[in-house]
């Protein structure tokens, strides 16, 4: 269970390392693709539909595709849209679509990228086609390109090898709080000098195998989907790239012990408009977090991912 | 920061059902693989495989806990035992610790539930098969409300896992994290990894000239991590520090190896660097050894881009030709074997070794156990979608 709150309670999070900054959102979801459009559907409160409808892959990469399950189309449309956003922020650097040329410092050298991604439920439609083709046709049959792409890892695989992420690299599969840790692991590998730049987000998908099990695991919350990915960057990197880490979000995160958290209903912001979406449900917050931020409804926000253990806090600032 | 000991030990793999039967018959030479009796293995490239064959399986009354968590929370119990943090005679009693922590990985959950629910698409089928739920489960039943977290990062999974937990307790977020890796043998991973043909028709023979391939096996490896200064003040057994760390990808092809080891060499620098170890010191390497066409000597090029002279002077091993391929559990059952060459001065063999191969032109130990002092050590993990891992461990001497 998470939420979001303005954190007029809460302390702000120690900040005694590196600022962290976020450079580019990439958002699909049911209530817009993209960050305006995704913004604008929470300021419009665009009505409940929590399957995400015409979404077509070949609209965010230049290359076509043999076969991606829909996480992996998920992730890699999201992450092209953060790393665009994040490019444009460059003077005078070309833009590319697979973000690769962008991630150079001021004095061109490759900057150290990395990917963290979350995903309670990975690719789950892949892998029910695989086995089911297996146990229809037997094991000599298997179909190895289903195969490959049925990792709860494809996803993040694919995007280091489509946007050239050859930096720390990491799939969290914790469940509904597996947004949250993926954001808090990338943003502790830029803390720990492990890399310039990452990727982070949470994705999850509508599936079949999902679909039949969802009222007995979810009751009636409205079925979600979606991924939200930001691209992440250390002050140091930005003045390596002459941008000024003050006119962008920061964004931090702990632990915290869940007992200290109020075990009280309050759903996200996010969830009320475009469903649950498993692992992404926080990571799509947090992008939700980014618009109040920066729309100067207010300048501390935070997100409070309680799953098993110790709860995670991430809170995004401005100003 | 924090520096970080390893406190406790936990294995569950095809060699033995806990550390001193696997270690024992790991330095004998032994092979934990036999034929596949738990699915029908018609079909496959290889009928033999890595399964667990003395689990004790009476220590758990829950019927419906997925093989693959019995196998991790039973690591765990072992090695939490082995720390002296829970007590022999209760395995399941909750150790109720605040600043414990779990970090697991795994990279097919509970494959056995998985493939229970698509043919019967019974919802608890689901919830076992989910790929935290060895996590949430172990975290829940010893009471750990520190960090939890699972990972999975393809067959470097154990690595990643050790390293996500070495992070918490530098942060100063846990004294004490359980960490590792867990998955079980399913007909899905099976069938796919049959079809990509990374499993060998013969013997896993890593680094030999005529090795064509993989054996895969299931299991579990965990390790107690813990705040240096938490274990000295309860005056724990050390065995080791873990040094430092390093994840990344290819990013160069899904299933394809990047045949140059680039990589690779660059998670080894990486994981030097961040143990702040100069390659010179290393004296032992648990490879990562698939026994896989391109695999072997890509591994092989990246050590001796990384090491120089050294890779030529010092042991290097793979164990998978004893353990099999425990997928998620490789890595961490590898640092594991990687701790206890430290503690007795003994690194194991490569098994199966009988032709060397110019291209894989390390001391790689074959056969027999060689009796070697090892100060500091790599264990090395890689895996499908072009994961790379690495991790330094380090003696640990009272005088640090």
Redesign the interface.
């Given at each position: 269970m998470g939420r979001s709150l303005s954190a007029g309670g809460s302390k702000k999070i120690r900040l005694d390392l590196q600022r962290i900054c976020i450079t580019g959102v990439g958002v699909v979801s049911s209530i817009g693709i993209g960050r305006e459009s995704f913004f604008a559907g929470l300021r419009q409160g665009r009505p409940k539909t929590g399957a995400i409808e015409g979404f077509r892959i070949e609209d965010y990469l230049e290359s076509s595709k043999t076969y991606l399950d829909r996480c992996s189309a998920f992730t890699l449309a999201a992450c092209a849209l953060a790393l665009k956003e994040s490019e444009q922020n460059d003077v005078g650097s070309p833009l590319d679509s697979s973000g690769s040329k962008a991630l150079t410092s001021a004095g061109g050298d490759a900057l150290d990228t990395?990917?963290c991604l979350g995903t309670?439920f990975?690719c789950l439609q892949t892998?029910?086609d695989?086995?089911?083709k297996?146990?229809e046709k037997?094991?000599?049959?298997?179909?190895?390109l289903l195969?490959?792409?049925?990792?709860?890892?494809?996803p993040?695989?694919?995007a280091?090898?489509e946007f050239?992420?050859?930096?720390?690299?990491?799939?969290?599969?914790?469940?509904e709080?597996?947004g949250a840790?993926a954001l808090m692991?990338a943003i502790?590998a830029l803390?720990?000098g492990?890399a310039d730049r990452m990727l982070a987000g949470g994705v999850d998908v509508l599936s079949a195998?999902l679909l039949?099990?969802w009222s007995?695991?979810y009751g009636d919350r409205l079925a979600g989907e979606g991924a939200a990915f930001f691209v992440l960057e250390t002050d140091t990197s930005l003045l390596s790239r002459g941008l000024q880490p003050e006119a962008f979000a920061q964004v931090q995160a702990?632990?915290v012990?869940?007992?200290e958290i109020p075990d009280r209903e309050a759903p996200h912001v996010s969830e009320a408009l475009l469903g649950f979406a498993g692992g992404a449900a926080s990571a799509l917050e947090l992008a939700a977090c980014l618009e109040r931020v920066e729309s100067g409804e207010s300048n501390l926000v935070e997100i409070v991912s309680k799953?098993?253990?110790?709860a995670r806090r991430i809170q995004v600032t401005k100003g | 920061m924090n520096r970080v000991a390893i406190t406790g030990l936990g294995v569950v793999c095809p060699l033995g059902s806990n550390v001193e039967a696997f270690w024992r018959r790991l330095i004998a030479g032994k092979s934990g693989i036999g034929p596949i009796t738990k699915i029908d293995p018609t079909g496959l490239r290889n009928e033999e495989g890595g399964e667990i064959v003395d689990f004790d399986w009476s220590i758990f009354s829950d019927d419906l806990v997925d093989e693959a968590t019995q196998y991790a929370f039973a690591a765990s119990v072992e090695a939490l035992r082995d720390a002296q943090l829970i007590l022999p005679q209760s395995p399941t009693l909750p150790v109720g610790r605040p600043r414990t922590g779990v970090a697991f990985s795994t990279n097919f959950g509970g494959a056995a539930s998985w493939e229970s629910f698509v043919e019967s698409g019974e919802v608890e089928a689901f919830r076992e098969f989910g790929f935290h739920r060895a996590a949430a489960y172990t975290s829940q039943v010893l009471g750990l409300a520190g960090p939890s977290i699972t990972l999975s990062n393809s067959c470097s999974s154990g690595v990643s896992a050790i390293g996500c937990a070495f992070d918490q307790i530098r942060l100063g977020r846990a004294d004490v994290m359980v960490a590792g890796g867990h998955d079980g043998l399913g007909l899905s991973s099976l069938a796919g990894l049959s079809i990509l043909r990374t499993i060998t028709a013969e013997k896993c023979r890593p680094f030999d000239k005529n090795r064509s391939g993989t054996i895969f096996g299931e299991g579990a490896g965990i390790v107690v991590l813990e705040d240096l200064a938490h274990a000295r003040q309860r005056n724990a057994r050390i065995y080791g520090e873990v040094s430092g760390y390093a994840l990344n990808n290819n990013a160069y092809h899904l299933t394809a190896p990047d045949k140059g080891g680039a990589g690779m060499a660059q998670v080894l620098r990486r994981a030097l660097k961040n143990a702040s170890t100069p390659p010179e010191s290393i004296d032992y390497i648990n490879a990562h050894g698939t026994g896989t066409q391109y695999h072997d000597p890509a591994e092989t090029q990246a050590i001796k881009e990384v090491l120089g002279p050294r890779a030529y002077e010092i042991p290097v091993s793979s164990i998978k030709g004893a353990t099999s391929h425990t997928m998620a559990a490789a890595g961490a059952i590898e640092a594991i074997a990687t701790v206890l060459a430290m503690r007795d001065s003994v690194v194991p063999p490569t098994v199966n070794y009988e032709t060397p191969d110019p291209d894989c032109d390390l001391d790689v130990v074959p056969n027999e156990a060689k009796a070697w002092k090892v100060d500091a050590a790599l264990s090395i993990s890689a895996g499908i979608g072009g994961n790379n891992g690495a991790i330094v461990i380090s003696r640990w001497k009272q005088e640090d």
């Open positions: 990395g990917i309670a990975g892998m029910e695989f086995i089911g297996v146990l037997g094991a000599k049959f298997a179909n190895s195969f490959s792409h049925s990792y709860s890892n494809s993040t695989s694919l280091a090898i050239n992420l050859s930096g720390y690299h990491s799939t969290v599969t914790a469940g709080d597996s840790a692991q502790d803390r720990l492990y195998p039949r099990v007995e695991l702990e632990c012990a869940a007992s799953g098993t253990g110790a | -």
